[in-house]
């Protein structure tokens, strides 16, 4: 049975830019072969199921020449496969997807295309530059600006030029010399507004502006590499008040974020939000323990220290036949806001929340609660939890007994530079520990000057000993670690 291929215009890099229907194909692939220029995120929703194939192109250097890519396409869908072919921005436009077509329809194989967002489109948008616009042009044209191996850049300069429009050369820079001498020889005005802009849409995005007669001095002194646009025409000079993408208050600070696996979408999503350059590596996956569930009335508390600890235990309240009806007459307390939201899904209201996300805070909320000496209080935590809170109730004289329902297991982080980082963020000590251990597996010293923004003080107090510069969440919640940490950079950009 032949099987089906599909291209897909992936976009330009920001994954918030590939279509739904896009997303949806490419889950179900059981083939992917992609280009280079797919952006990480989006190379990230791949099924981990599917067979993975990097043809790695980009301008000047085809490892998998566009021959043997399409060959692979027809041989993989020969074979039955859904195949997706993902590609930088648009499939059709300078994407060479009609080349690849080919041998698919001689051949009789069935194929779609799902269009992607054009990067001229698309990178001119997030540089505040709209490609047309009444007052300055009626028209956009869009150029390759790449030549043929050992061929000429064959380009009608006086046609270009009379049609008075926003020009777009994609796929220039290595070839910006001759295309700003082609315009300045044939006429262009040399003080026509002219910007470029290296990849687009991504959060380390760059963007310049100059005339016609500087740009070549713009790319060499800027060190403008590829992918990157240049656009030619007076709607540039609007890119000084319309650059949203530039403004944004995080844009392209770089931030490694480690977590739980599975628990930093929230956080990664406010932060992208605010232009930062996010990295989310899971440093650390809860894994449920076997435990006897211990007669629930002989206490007067209990304590949750983690979202990953509410959900085992009622796991394991449902697998001895019980459910939250088992918890009628205890008091419930909550190490922080998340821990709380997910005791309200199992229908418990938490009884007390600490205002700081640490075992003394937990420890001294429960006994200003009215738990006295003497009082049964059962924790519901991990193996290896930090000893503070049970050393602190014992020490007033309440039975505090740990139930360790989950232990917390290392993730692989494999090559894991921090260098590039100018933060990093830290939501347990579990994860401060696994990113020391992956920067020594991995050769590298942690940087002097890295700054650590941790949940509470029982992480910050690990990220000091691991030598990081050491910031404490304004609350301990995600939505409060993403607040202090725009607070804290708003702060050092007006200073």
């Known amino acids: 049975m032949t099987g089906k291929v599909y291209l897909i215009g992936a976009g330009p890099g920001d994954p918030g830019l590939l279509t739904r229907k896009g997303a949806e194909v490419l889950a179900s692939a059981e083939v992917v072969v992609y280009d280079r220029l797919v952006g990480r995120e989006i190379l990230a929703m791949m099924p981990r199921s599917a067979e993975l194939i990097n043809v790695g192109k980009h301008a000047g250097n085809h490892p998998v020449p566009q021959e043997q890519i399409s060959q692979i396409l027809l041989d993989k869908a020969l074979e039955g496969k859904r195949v997706v072919r993902l590609k930088g921005g648009d499939c059709f436009l300078f994407g060479r997807g009609g080349e690849e077509l080919e041998p698919l329809f001689a051949h ?218 088992a918890l009628n007459g205890l008091r419930v307390a909550a190490v922080g806001r998340a821990t709380a939201e997910a005791l309200r899904g199992y229908g418990i209201a938490a009884d007390l929340v600490p205002s700081s996300y640490s075992g003394a805070a937990m420890a001294e909320a429960i006994l200003a609660s009215g738990v006295k000496a003497g009082a049964r209080v059962l924790l519901a935590r991990p193996r290896k939890a930090l000893p503070e809170l049970p050393e602190k109730l014992r020490a007033a004289g309440v039975e505090a007994e740990e139930l360790f329902i989950y232990e917390t297991a290392p993730l692989p982080m494999e090559r894991l530079d921090p260098a590039p980082f100018a933060w990093v963020c830290f939501t347990s000590p579990s994860c401060v520990e696994r990113f020391a251990a992956a920067c020594k597996e991995g050769g590298k010293e942690i940087p002097a000057g890295l700054k650590a923004l941790c949940i509470g003080e029982s992480t910050a107090g690990a990220a000091r000993a691991a030598g990081l510069e050491t910031f404490v969440s304004a609350e301990a919640t995600l939505d409060g670690m993403a607040e202090t940490l725009l607070r804290l950079n708003t702060e050092r950009l007006e200073r």
């Open 108 to 325: 009789g194989v069935p194929f779609e295309v799902v269009p992607g967002v054009p990067s001229p489109i698309a990178a001119t948008a997030y540089a505040g530059i709209p490609v047309t616009h009444r007052d300055y042009c009626s028209s956009v044209h869009f150029i390759t600006g790449h030549k043929k191996k050992d061929g000429a850049l064959d380009l009608d300069y006086e046609a270009l030029i009379r049609l008075d429009g926003t020009l777009v050369f994609l796929m220039s820079i290595g070839n910006c010399a001759e295309i700003a001498e082609g315009l300045l020889s044939h006429g262009m005005d040399p003080a026509m507004p002219c910007a470029v802009v290296e990849n687009g849409t991504r959060p380390d995005q760059r963007k310049f502006t100059a005339p016609l007669r500087d740009l070549v001095d713009c790319v060499r002194d800027n060190g403008v590499i590829s992918p990157a646009l240049i656009i030619v025409g007076r709607v540039c000079t609007l890119s000084e008040r319309f650059d949203w993408f530039d403004a944004l208050p995080l844009h392209g600070l770089k931030v490694l974020l480690t977590s739980t696996a599975g628990s930093a979408s929230r956080l990664k999503a406010r932060l992208d939000a605010w232009g930062a350059d996010v990295t989310a590596l899971p440093a650390i996956e809860p894994r449920p323990l076997p435990f006897a569930l211990p007669a629930l009335d002989r206490y007067a508390l209990i304590a949750f220290s983690s979202a990953a600890g509410v959900r085992f235990f009622f796991e394991g309240l449902f697998a001895a036949g019980k459910d939250a009806r």
